[in-house]
């Protein structure tokens, strides 16, 4: 039904990659949806860090039951792409609630200018299939567009997102370089964007309010704390189980900020694309916006 993409115009330090793969998981957990995590990476880049995945078996079935693109780029190469077939070589990371579609293994090609031109075309191409799919096999994607500059696939990404979260830092040097000089991609033109700003210090004096209104942002902005046990996890492979443990009782006593910054940008997704109620809201966005 509906795509969300999370990209930043910064090569690094916003946050994004982590957001893009919590997101996600607090998505399948607070509503009833099922969600699909994608990214315009390579096998093992970008949000795939964030899980612990089997490593496939270099056998002779393995070639041909493999998962991610390389075996929707054989499907579509033989014309029998469908929504089903996504759903298919995905990789369940809780059940019937939360897919991920890996990236494609590089490839070795001694041509660096053809590679480079099979990338452009054939994976950007391959990506708006593939998310055309899953717009009609799933409730909702998110899918990583990745920092900097967007490459083919990443451009295809935003092009098709119904949603963009757009991550930024409290760097303001930074910040006046890439948003005073509206150096955003293209895509992102006409598009409803949130924003969110990564390892967030609140006791900083650049404030949200105060960056929303020296670079007119009108639209939400939400600051996603910095998270030593978060980093652990990360550096782990075990998101999943630290985002469950931080998701707080009923009481919400247990609340983690890391998880209540998110789960305030997952509530604002859902009410922009209308996806269907999930328990109780913890808090009010005004807390973060």
């Not at 999370?6 to 399948?28: D, E, M």
């Not at 935003?158 to 949603?163: E, I, S, Y």
Request: some cysteine; glycine content about 8%; charged content about 25%.
């Amino acid at each position: 039904m509906s795509l969300i993409a999370v990209w930043s115009p910064l090569k690094s330090g916003s946050g994004s990659t982590l957001l893009a793969s919590c997101l996600p998981i607090v998505l399948a957990f607070e509503y009833q949806v099922k969600v699909l995590l994608a990214h315009g990476g390579q096998a093992g880049e970008r949000v795939e860090q964030a899980f612990a995945l089997k490593e496939e078996r270099f056998d002779y079935m393995a070639a041909f039951q493999d998962t991610g693109l390389d075996a929707l780029e054989r499907l579509n190469a033989s014309g029998r792409l469908n929504p089903e077939n996504v759903r298919n070589y995905a990789l369940p990371l809780l059940s019937d609630r939360l897919d991920l579609l890996c990236g494609p293994k590089p490839t070795s090609v001694n041509d660096f200018t053809a590679a480079r031109h099979a990338e452009g075309v054939d994976r950007a191409e391959l990506m708006v299939k593939v998310l055309a799919s899953s717009k009609r096999s799933y409730d909702v994607t998110v899918a990583d567009a990745g920092n900097g500059v967007p490459r083919a696939a990443d451009r295809a990404i935003l092009q098709a997102a119904d949603l963009i979260i757009i991550g930024l830092n409290q760097n303001l040097h930074v910040l006046e370089r890439e948003l005073d000089k509206e150096r955003f991609p293209p895509e992102l033109k006409d598009k409803d964007c949130l924003y969110m700003f990564g390892k967030y210090d609140r006791e900083s004096s650049c404030t949200l309010q105060n960056m929303k209104r020296r670079f007119g942002i009108k639209t939400m902005a939400v600051g996603v704390p910095y998270c030593s046990r978060m980093t652990d996890a990360w550096n782990m492979r075990s998101i999943i189980p630290y985002m469950q443990r931080n998701r707080g009782g009923a009481d919400l006593k247990r609340l983690n900020s890391l998880y209540n910054a998110v789960r305030h940008l997952a509530d604002a997704s859902a009410e922009q694309l209308g996806l269907p109620s999930g328990r109780s809201k913890a808090g009010g966005l005004h807390a973060f916006g």
